[in-house]
C-alpha cells in the first residue's frame, strides 16, 4: 500500500516563499509521476504542477505548471530521497489554500497541508 504525505505549510506573507516537501512510499513506482493540487474551502480542487519521468529511454524529469503558477513555482524531485518538492516563491493571497500531494503512478492522495499568504 502507497502513503503520500506532504509537509512544509505554513503562514507566509506576501511576496515570500514556501518549500512544500512530498514523499511516496510502500511502492518503487510511487513517486514515477506525481502532482500537487489545491483546494479552497468551497472549491474544487484544482491542478497545480507536475513532475513525471518521460521513461527509461528519456528518462529527464518533465514538468508542468498551472499558468497562474508558471515562474513562480518550481516542481522538482530528489530520486534517492524518494522526496517530491514544490518551491513556491512570490506567493500571494490567491495562493492560499490546502496543497495536496498525489502519486499519479500510485493514484494515491496525501492528506494536505495548509498554506496560508497573509501580512
Known amino acids: 500500500q502507497v502513503q503520500v504525505v506532504e509537509s512544509g505549510g505554513g503562514l507566509v506573507q506576501p511576496g515570500g516563499s514556501l518549500r512544500l516537501s512530498c514523499t511516496a512510499s510502500?511502492?518503487?513506482?510511487?513517486?514515477?509521476?506525481m502532482a500537487w493540487y489545491r483546494q479552497v474551502s468551497g472549491k474544487k480542487r484544482e491542478w497545480v504542477a507536475t513532475i513525471a519521468t518521460a521513461s527509461s529511454v528519456a528518462p529527464d524529469d518533465r514538468t508542468d505548471y498551472l499558468e497562474s503558477v508558471r515562474g513562480r513555482f518550481t516542481v522538482s524531485r530528489d530520486s534517492a530521497k524518494k522526496m517530491v518538492y514544490l518551491q513556491m516563491n512570490n506567493l500571494t493571497p490567491e495562493d492560499t489554500a490546502i496543497y495536496y500531494c498525489?502519486?499519479?503512478?500510485?493514484?494515491?492522495w496525501g492528506q494536505g497541508t495548509q498554506v496560508t499568504v497573509s501580512f
Open positions: 510502500g511502492k518503487p513506482f510511487a513517486t514515477n509521476a
Open positions: 498525489y502519486s499519479i503512478s500510485a493514484e494515491t
